[in-house]
């Protein structure tokens, strides 16, 4: 029962590196989704999949890409990393009106 | 104005004692609606989805009203381990999940 895999769990990165979170499901869910979560903000979301090559921007896009190129995996690419982007950011995939079921979060700090 | 809004708390409540929480919803097309547990720097994870007619689940009761377009979690008998903070979520049609910022509760001895 793997549901919804991400990795790293933890990461550091220095100002403008880049990295890619990786998010995988085994569920065979359509909809697949990025949030981040920052005290009292609350979940924001990133980037979205409806399908296997269709990705939309969420509230807080910026600094992050996408890809969805098979409907297990939706990796976010965070192109050069800001102090402003330390936070915990949660992958997760669902279909459609029904429940979500989240990976286990990277906590990411960026230095 | 946030699409999902929730009173923060926290709310610190005794063992045994009942607690509810609201949420309201801004968008009036929102079709589906669901609370969520979140424990400390763990994901979020399904506590209930909340039906037209509400549902009970053992200790906790979810209501929803479409006209005032709110969403309720009441729970009775409050144990220890029911402290966490709790997510309001809404969804309408083709869209990701929408979350309230949560309410955090705490169940003291």
């Known amino acids: 029962n793997a549901g919804v895999t991400q990795t790293p769990k933890f990461q550091v990165l220095k100002t403008g590196q880049s990295m890619t979170l990786q998010c995988a499901q085994d569920m065979n869910h359509e909809y697949m989704s990025w949030y981040r979560q920052d005290p009292g903000m609350g979940l924001r979301l990133i980037h979205y999949s409806v399908g296997a090559g269709i990705t939309d921007q969420g509230e807080v896009p910026n600094g992050y890409n996408v890809s969805r190129s098979t409907t297990e995996d939706f990796p976010l690419r965070l192109l050069s990393a800001a102090p402003s982007q330390t936070s915990v950011y949660f992958c997760a995939s669902s279909e459609m009106n029904t429940e979500a079921f989240f990976g286990q979060g990277t906590r990411l700090t960026v230095v | 104005r946030k699409e999902v809004e929730q009173d923060p708390g926290p709310f610190n409540v005794p063992e045994g004692a009942t607690v509810a929480f609201n949420c309201t919803y801004s968008n009036s097309a929102s079709q589906s609606f669901f609370w969520y547990r979140q424990d400390c720097r763990k994901e979020p994870k399904l506590l209930m989805s909340?039906?037209?007619s509400g549902n009970e689940d053992g200790r906790f009761t979810a209501q929803l009203n479409r006209a005032s377009q709110y969403i309720s979690l009441l729970i009775r008998d409050s144990k220890l381990s029911d402290s966490a903070t709790y997510l309001c979520?809404?969804?309408?049609?083709?869209?990701?999940?929408?979350f309230g910022k949560g309410t955090r509760l705490s169940v003291i001895a």
């Open positions: 909340v039906y037209s």
């Open positions: 979520v809404t969804n309408s049609g083709n869209t990701p999940l929408v």
